[in-house]
């Protein structure tokens, strides 16, 4: 079972209904028109659409799998006294004093760009049931980070 927030949940099943409704069609309709173009043993056109609709049909039943193991989190539900899924955490990093936020959240929703790290990241593990003001140390490529949990707030980041 995946746990996700309703905003990753609806943004997959976008994702799924572009794929099941734009691309498959265009891909059946590029099969259809190279094979009207005669002999398939040489046609690169034909096999390229084949090749393109294998993979879109591997991301359709991926996603599908997904959204069926898919669980919206009840944010009203969620504690806001330690990290969790959906935890917006406020952190300094004991090192270089530097300080950094990020959402827990999903492995299917996470991204960088957008502040959100997966809860199964080694910073997400290791930030998981932690409270204010503790103290983690997190083994990374880079070497260990120590972490101190400044806040904690429900949901994602506002933008």
Do not use: W
């Not at 891909?27 to 993979?55: C, M, P, T, W």
């Not at 969790?84 to 950094?100: D, Q």
């Amino acid at each position: 079972m995946e746990y996700m927030s309703q905003e990753g949940y609806d943004k997959l099943v976008a994702e799924l209904r572009e794929l099941e409704l734009v691309e498959l069609p265009r891909v059946k309709d590029a099969i259809a028109e190279a094979r009207d173009k005669g002999d398939l043993s040489e046609n690169f056109e034909y096999h390229a659409a084949k090749r393109e609709q294998g993979r879109l049909l591997s991301r359709i039943r991926f996603k599908q799998r997904v959204l069926e193991f898919a669980r919206v989190i009840d944010m009203k539900k969620l504690q806001s006294d330690c990290v969790g899924l959906l935890s917006r955490v406020e952190m300094t990093n004991l090192t270089n004093g530097s300080s950094m936020t990020y959402t827990i959240a999903s492995p299917h929703e996470a991204n960088l760009r957008e502040g959100k790290i997966s809860i199964k990241s080694p910073i997400g593990q290791a930030l998981l049931n932690k409270k204010v003001g503790d103290v983690v140390e997190v083994q990374v490529p880079a070497g260990v980070l120590k972490l101190r949990i400044e806040s904690i707030q429900l949901g994602p980041t506002e933008e």
